[in-house]
Protein backbone atom coordinates (compact mmCIF):
# COMPACT_ATOMS: atom_id res chain seq x y z
CA UNK A 1 0.00 0.00 0.00
CA UNK A 2 0.78 3.90 -0.36
CA UNK A 3 3.34 5.20 2.39
CA UNK A 4 3.79 8.81 3.15
CA UNK A 5 6.49 10.18 5.27
CA UNK A 6 6.67 13.94 6.18
CA UNK A 7 9.80 16.21 7.38
CA UNK A 8 10.28 17.68 9.80
CA UNK A 9 7.78 16.67 12.25
CA UNK A 10 8.24 19.92 14.01
CA UNK A 11 9.45 23.41 12.34
CA UNK A 12 10.01 26.82 14.43
CA UNK A 13 10.01 29.86 12.43
CA UNK A 14 10.13 33.75 13.19
CA UNK A 15 7.13 36.00 12.18
CA UNK A 16 7.56 36.89 8.44
CA UNK A 17 9.88 34.20 7.28
CA UNK A 18 9.10 30.89 4.89
CA UNK A 19 8.09 27.40 6.44
CA UNK A 20 8.50 24.27 3.90
CA UNK A 21 7.45 21.16 4.81
CA UNK A 22 7.87 18.10 2.22
CA UNK A 23 6.31 14.69 1.81
CA UNK A 24 7.30 11.78 -0.30
CA UNK A 25 4.92 9.08 -0.98
CA UNK A 26 5.76 5.71 -2.49
CA UNK A 27 2.96 4.51 -5.03
CA UNK A 28 3.39 6.18 -8.62
CA UNK A 29 -0.13 5.45 -9.11
CA UNK A 30 -0.95 8.23 -6.56
CA UNK A 31 -2.61 11.17 -8.11
CA UNK A 32 -3.97 13.54 -5.23
CA UNK A 33 -1.93 15.50 -3.01
CA UNK A 34 -4.07 17.31 -0.25
CA UNK A 35 -2.44 19.75 2.49
CA UNK A 36 -4.31 19.52 5.66
CA UNK A 37 -3.98 22.15 8.88
CA UNK A 38 -4.99 20.90 12.04
CA UNK A 39 -5.73 23.46 15.19
CA UNK A 40 -5.56 22.15 18.63
CA UNK A 41 -8.63 20.12 19.34
CA UNK A 42 -10.02 20.11 16.12
CA UNK A 43 -10.88 18.08 12.79
CA UNK A 44 -7.99 18.74 9.86
CA UNK A 45 -8.84 21.67 7.75
CA UNK A 46 -8.11 21.50 4.04
CA UNK A 47 -5.67 24.16 2.84
CA UNK A 48 -4.77 23.42 -0.62
CA UNK A 49 -4.28 20.43 -2.93
CA UNK A 50 -2.54 19.42 -6.25
CA UNK A 51 -3.23 17.03 -8.84
CA UNK A 52 -0.76 14.54 -10.63
CA UNK A 53 -1.32 16.52 -13.69
CA UNK A 54 -0.02 19.98 -12.15
CA UNK A 55 3.53 20.94 -10.98
CA UNK A 56 2.43 23.25 -8.77
CA UNK A 57 -0.57 25.73 -7.24
CA UNK A 58 -0.40 28.48 -5.49
CA UNK A 59 -3.09 30.56 -3.41
CA UNK A 60 -1.78 34.04 -1.89
CA UNK A 61 0.60 32.92 0.70
CA UNK A 62 0.58 28.98 0.33
CA UNK A 63 2.06 26.98 -2.08
CA UNK A 64 2.42 23.40 -3.27
CA UNK A 65 4.92 22.06 -5.72
CA UNK A 66 4.62 18.29 -6.98
CA UNK A 67 7.69 16.76 -8.51
CA UNK A 68 5.80 12.65 -9.75
CA UNK A 69 9.42 11.65 -10.72
CA UNK A 70 11.02 11.92 -7.68
CA UNK A 71 7.24 11.19 -5.93
CA UNK A 72 7.79 13.85 -3.72
CA UNK A 73 5.40 17.29 -2.82
CA UNK A 74 6.22 20.32 -0.90
CA UNK A 75 4.13 22.58 1.11
CA UNK A 76 5.56 26.26 1.25
CA UNK A 77 4.10 29.28 3.67
CA UNK A 78 5.47 32.62 2.89
CA UNK A 79 5.45 35.47 5.50
CA UNK A 80 3.95 33.33 8.13
CA UNK A 81 2.24 34.79 10.79
CA UNK A 82 1.40 33.40 14.44
CA UNK A 83 -1.93 31.92 13.08
CA UNK A 84 -0.34 29.85 10.69
CA UNK A 85 1.18 27.89 13.92
CA UNK A 86 -1.00 24.65 14.10
CA UNK A 87 0.07 20.70 13.02
CA UNK A 88 0.15 20.45 9.52
CA UNK A 89 -0.73 16.97 7.58
CA UNK A 90 0.08 15.96 3.86
CA UNK A 91 -1.42 12.72 2.32
CA UNK A 92 -2.06 11.16 -1.06
CA UNK A 93 -4.62 9.51 -2.63
CA UNK A 94 -4.95 6.39 -5.20
CA UNK A 95 -7.75 5.30 -6.90
CA UNK A 96 -7.68 1.40 -6.67
CA UNK A 97 -10.07 -1.65 -5.79
CA UNK A 98 -9.30 -0.26 -2.15
CA UNK A 99 -10.87 2.36 -3.03
CA UNK A 100 -10.29 5.97 -2.47
CA UNK A 101 -8.79 6.28 0.91
CA UNK A 102 -6.09 8.60 1.65
CA UNK A 103 -2.80 7.54 3.40
CA UNK A 104 -1.19 10.83 5.55
CA UNK A 105 1.87 11.61 6.66
CA UNK A 106 3.27 11.86 10.23
CA UNK A 107 2.45 15.50 10.90
CA UNK A 108 4.62 18.90 11.25
CA UNK A 109 4.06 21.19 14.06
CA UNK A 110 4.36 24.40 13.05
CA UNK A 111 5.53 27.05 15.27
CA UNK A 112 5.62 31.08 14.56
CA UNK A 113 7.08 32.89 16.57
CA UNK A 114 6.12 36.46 16.80
CA UNK B 1 -16.30 25.47 1.50
CA UNK B 2 -18.24 21.91 2.01
CA UNK B 3 -19.18 22.00 5.91
CA UNK B 4 -18.68 18.47 7.15
CA UNK B 5 -20.17 18.39 10.76
CA UNK B 6 -19.91 15.89 13.52
CA UNK B 7 -21.80 15.50 16.27
CA UNK B 8 -21.59 15.03 19.62
CA UNK B 9 -17.80 17.13 19.52
CA UNK B 10 -17.54 15.37 23.18
CA UNK B 11 -18.87 12.77 24.72
CA UNK B 12 -18.42 10.82 28.20
CA UNK B 13 -20.01 7.63 29.24
CA UNK B 14 -19.50 4.59 31.33
CA UNK B 15 -17.04 1.67 30.45
CA UNK B 16 -19.32 -1.10 28.82
CA UNK B 17 -21.81 1.59 27.51
CA UNK B 18 -22.31 1.99 23.58
CA UNK B 19 -21.93 5.64 22.46
CA UNK B 20 -23.17 6.56 18.65
CA UNK B 21 -20.98 9.57 16.84
CA UNK B 22 -23.25 11.67 13.95
CA UNK B 23 -21.33 12.69 10.67
CA UNK B 24 -23.05 14.80 8.60
CA UNK B 25 -22.58 16.48 4.85
CA UNK B 26 -24.73 19.65 5.36
CA UNK B 27 -24.06 20.92 1.90
CA UNK B 28 -23.06 18.26 -0.32
CA UNK B 29 -23.83 14.45 -1.06
CA UNK B 30 -21.07 11.92 0.08
CA UNK B 31 -21.75 8.21 -1.01
CA UNK B 32 -18.53 7.87 0.63
CA UNK B 33 -17.21 8.90 4.60
CA UNK B 34 -14.54 7.88 6.46
CA UNK B 35 -13.99 7.35 9.96
CA UNK B 36 -10.47 7.96 11.76
CA UNK B 37 -9.12 7.98 14.98
CA UNK B 38 -6.56 9.82 16.25
CA UNK B 39 -4.46 9.69 19.46
CA UNK B 40 -2.27 12.91 20.88
CA UNK B 41 0.63 14.00 18.92
CA UNK B 42 -0.35 11.39 16.56
CA UNK B 43 -1.34 11.36 12.68
CA UNK B 44 -4.72 10.37 11.77
CA UNK B 45 -5.58 6.49 11.72
CA UNK B 46 -8.11 5.26 8.86
CA UNK B 47 -10.34 2.95 10.75
CA UNK B 48 -13.30 2.14 7.94
CA UNK B 49 -14.70 3.35 4.88
CA UNK B 50 -18.30 3.92 5.08
CA UNK B 51 -20.09 3.50 1.77
CA UNK B 52 -23.60 4.25 1.75
CA UNK B 53 -26.08 2.10 1.08
CA UNK B 54 -23.49 -0.93 1.72
CA UNK B 55 -21.29 -2.54 4.48
CA UNK B 56 -18.57 -0.51 5.29
CA UNK B 57 -14.75 -1.72 4.52
CA UNK B 58 -12.41 -1.77 7.79
CA UNK B 59 -8.58 -1.49 8.05
CA UNK B 60 -6.81 -4.25 9.23
CA UNK B 61 -7.16 -4.46 13.07
CA UNK B 62 -9.89 -2.33 13.67
CA UNK B 63 -12.76 -4.38 15.36
CA UNK B 64 -16.65 -3.99 13.03
CA UNK B 65 -18.16 -5.33 15.63
CA UNK B 66 -16.61 -2.85 17.99
CA UNK B 67 -16.91 -0.12 15.91
CA UNK B 68 -20.49 0.03 14.49
CA UNK B 69 -20.28 2.19 10.92
CA UNK B 70 -23.91 2.86 9.35
CA UNK B 71 -24.22 4.78 6.53
CA UNK B 72 -28.15 5.50 5.65
CA UNK B 73 -28.07 8.18 3.43
CA UNK B 74 -26.19 10.65 1.40
CA UNK B 75 -25.46 12.87 3.86
CA UNK B 76 -25.26 11.05 7.25
CA UNK B 77 -22.85 8.33 8.28
CA UNK B 78 -23.10 7.08 12.29
CA UNK B 79 -19.85 5.27 14.20
CA UNK B 80 -21.02 3.82 17.27
CA UNK B 81 -18.37 2.33 19.95
CA UNK B 82 -19.90 -0.66 21.71
CA UNK B 83 -19.02 -1.80 24.89
CA UNK B 84 -16.77 1.47 25.51
CA UNK B 85 -13.17 0.85 27.40
CA UNK B 86 -11.22 3.89 28.57
CA UNK B 87 -8.67 2.28 26.05
CA UNK B 88 -11.30 3.23 23.20
CA UNK B 89 -11.07 6.96 24.36
CA UNK B 90 -9.53 8.99 21.72
CA UNK B 91 -10.56 11.59 19.24
CA UNK B 92 -12.80 10.27 15.77
CA UNK B 93 -12.77 11.87 13.19
CA UNK B 94 -14.91 11.66 10.25
CA UNK B 95 -14.55 12.85 6.28
CA UNK B 96 -16.89 12.89 3.65
CA UNK B 97 -15.83 12.76 -0.45
CA UNK B 98 -17.76 15.53 -2.34
CA UNK B 99 -18.41 14.11 -6.05
CA UNK B 100 -18.90 17.08 -7.81
CA UNK B 101 -15.47 18.60 -6.90
CA UNK B 102 -13.36 16.64 -7.97
CA UNK B 103 -13.76 14.16 -4.70
CA UNK B 104 -11.98 16.10 -2.60
CA UNK B 105 -12.02 15.05 0.91
CA UNK B 106 -13.53 17.34 3.38
CA UNK B 107 -13.37 16.58 7.49
CA UNK B 108 -15.38 17.13 10.63
CA UNK B 109 -14.53 18.48 13.31
CA UNK B 110 -13.39 16.12 15.53
CA UNK B 111 -15.25 14.16 18.33
CA UNK B 112 -13.48 13.50 21.48
CA UNK B 113 -15.13 10.30 23.89
CA UNK B 114 -13.48 9.72 27.11
CA UNK B 115 -14.58 6.75 28.67
CA UNK B 116 -14.96 6.39 32.67
Redesign the interface.
Known amino acids: GENVEQHPSTLSVQEGDSAVIKCTYSDSASNYFPWYKQELGKGPQLIIDIRSNVGEKKDQRIAVTLNKTAKHFSLHITETQPEDSAVYFCAARTFGAAGNKLTFGGGTRVLVKP | ?AV?S?HPSWVICKSGTSVKIECRSLDFQAT?M?WYRQFPK???M?MA?SNEGSKA?YEQGVEKDKFLINHASLTLSTLTVTSAHPEDSS?Y?C?A?RLLS?????????S?LTVV
Open positions: GVQTFQSLLTTFISRGNTIYFGEGW
